[in-house]
């Protein structure tokens, strides 16, 4: 099965720190997002990537970049960290199953909370 | 422009069967997927339709008309670990996903 793992299940940061949500994959999978889910919305992506040092903007990027230096690891970094940046985070990475869909597999989410 | 609707919350009785509706606008469509998502765990897919019609697997069974802009997914004989939330999605022209804000299904014994 694929894995997805996601560093950290619960942070507490205050307003300015900088902050590192690691995500590793071990299926050799191109593709790789990161999505913050909110009470009341549906999953909003934030950043994805295609390959080694590439990244495309999703739909929220302001607030966030990220960094793809390897493969299988993709980290999504808030450089000063603000309230309204407290959520659910997701790391997603893509494979296609027998159907030919490209079928998300998701980590189990880094809750953050800011201060 | 696009969006997607999906009711908030339903609930049901255990050993029955419920429909969860998916409505959406879109341009273009390559897709639509479910996915079940426990309290406090990652959503796990559950399906996904292209062409028109219904899919089955085992207790769960999704439907997509593409004409009518409109998917529902179906759940027989319910269990007591099918309380979760249920997430639809629209794969739109570019292969991005557009999420529905999930449906909450509690179910009752």
């Known amino acids: 099965d694929v894995k997805v793992t996601q560093s950290s299940r619960y942070l507490v940061k205050r307003t300015g720190e900088k902050v590192f949500l690691e995500c590793v994959q071990d299926?050799?999978?191109?593709?790789m997002f990161w999505y913050r889910q909110d009470p009341g919305l549906g999953l909003r992506l934030i950043y994805f990537?295609?390959?080694?040092?590439?990244?495309e903007k999703g739909d929220i990027p302001e607030g966030y970049s990220v960094s793809r230096e390897k493969k299988e690891r993709f980290s999504l970094i808030l450089e000063s960290a603000s309230t309204n940046q407290t959520s659910m985070y997701l790391c997603?990475?893509?494979?296609?199953?027998?159907?030919?869909?490209?079928?998300?597999?998701f980590g189990a989410g880094s809750r953050l909370t800011v201060l | 422009g696009q969006n997607i609707d999906q009711p908030t919350e339903m609930t049901a009785t255990e050993g029955a069967i419920v429909q969860i509706n998916c409505t959406y606008q879109?341009?273009?469509?390559?897709?639509l997927f479910w996915y079940q998502q426990h309290a406090g765990e990652a959503p796990t897919f559950l399906s996904y339709?292209?062409l028109d019609g219904l899919e089955e697997k085992g207790r769960f069974s999704s439907f997509l008309s593409r004409s009518k802009g409109y998917s529902y997914l179906l759940l027989k004989e319910l269990q007591m670990k099918d309380s979760a939330s249920y997430l639809c999605?629209?794969?739109?022209?570019?292969?991005?996903?557009?999420w529905g804000a999930g449906t909450k299904l509690i179910i009752k014994p």
């Open positions: 997603a990475s893509t494979g296609q199953d027998l159907s030919g869909a490209n079928v998300l597999t």
């Open positions: 299926m050799d999978h191109e593709n």
């Open positions: 990537s295609y390959d080694v040092k590439m990244k």
């Open positions: 879109t341009s273009g469509f390559n897709g």
């Open positions: 339709n292209v």
């Open positions: 999605a629209l794969s739109d022209s570019n292969y991005q996903l557009i």
